[in-house]
């Protein structure tokens, strides 16, 4: 891509379709806007809104000439069921590869899975299942069972199979005389101590494309763009790798977290190397440097009744300074106007509240954490990734980026004082995504990775 060709990187959203317009020369954003989603009528008529204000930005020659890709979370994520062996690895793994693909887990079943279970998925609407467990050349009984009962099951979804690959052609035959679509990805647990998870990832992804495209008005919009590259999630985990690493000899930021709360769920992406807690055993399924989590009841709006239900509705109460009575109905209001904006300082300092809990909840689901064991030979278990030596912790999203005080909320993810089991760092640089630019920067990433590496550092703001 020519350094003197401007882009124009959009996110079809379910509530926004944004845009960005950037100089990958001048390695700034020269604009960012948005304006209401229209993908539930017309996906074209919110494009078309976002693409006139990059008109206002740019010169016709340059607008004609620049690159227009876009990411989109407009299908709200693949709903997704991960079917493992054992709960602590192949359910584990994946997660962290439905999760990393920007799928939303609906549901996980571990072991030898039982016909009301699945009943259970179909309730669900789940739209795709990945099926996963077993070592190389290990048993192959449970995965047979598991395979046989998914395909007599009612379940139309799309089956990814990543599990042992000597069982695949058996698990694919048997998928198949159920008439289940079935798509066989490498073994994302192929031996102990390794995650593969890039395969899985990569047939979610193309899964979660065709659908988002195949919405009403998405595939018209096709025409108008270079593509339609990637999940939204996917795109802000392409930036925070980015930004973690650096890349063409420009260094990044270092291990870092990113915080997204909005109003169903609180995304944490997290960009570390897997390392040992001193004088502990680690157990459980790998986790690559790069993690993405999706908390399905931390939310300010259609999520704060499972937010008070969580925190407490008292403790909210306590921490926003207002009333039981008046915490309740600030909670009502919320679930039932998503778009509900504080007008008042008490409104205020509900989100705020809510906020906190989100943050501090979500960072401490997404951490690992250590056991302790009276086992003579090993004192201290570690379950999941140590994020200890994280030293940037970055928040993005309304809740968090329009709140009075943003490094207070993003504090609750520190470790605090006796939490001498959970692996958060104690202190970390604080930094705010104003701009709302990581999902652009994912995008931009494909052409121009040492562009969107600088303008994200010159972008966040950092916070006292």
Known sequence: MPRDRKAVLLDFGSTHTKVAVVSPREERILFSGCTASTVKSDARLGLRRCLEMARDVLSAAE?????????????????MAVIGLSRSLSVTAGRSAAFGAGGKILATLAGRIKEPELAGLAAEK???????GGYERGSEAALLHNAALLAASSLQAPVIYAGNSFAAA??????????????IADNIIPSVGVLNTAMAESI?????????????????????????LMPTPSAVLAAGELLARGCDGEKGLGELIIFDVGGATTDVHSFAEQRPYDGARFIGAAEGFAKRTVEGDLG???????????????KLAADAAVSDAFMAEAVARRVADNSFLPATREERRV???LASYCVRAAARRHAGCIEHTASVGCKLLQRGKNLGGVKNIIGTGGPLINNEDPAALLKEALRKGGERDVLLPETAALYA?????????????????????????KSLEALS
């Open 351 to 353: 989100d705020s509240a």
């Open 170 to 183: 058996k698990v694919r035959s048997l998928l198949a005389s159920g008439g289940k679509e079935c798509f």
């Open 433 to 457: 995504d104003g701009s709302y630019m990581l999902y652009a920067m994912g995008l931009l990433v494909c052409h121009e990775p040492k562009a969107a590496l600088g303008i994200m550092k």
């Open 300 to 314: 300010l709006r259609e999520s704060s009744v499972l937010v008070a239900e969580g925190a407490g509705t008292a």
């Open 126 to 132: 789940v739209e795709i299942i990945l099926f996963c």
């Open 63 to 79: 607008f004609d000439g620049a690159l227009k890709l876009a990411s989109s979370s407009a299908a709200g994520g693949l709903r």
């Open 204 to 228: 979610v992804r193309e899964i979660f494309l065709k659908r988002i495209i195949n919405m009403k008005g998405l595939d018209g919009v096709r025409g108008m763009l270079d593509g339609i």
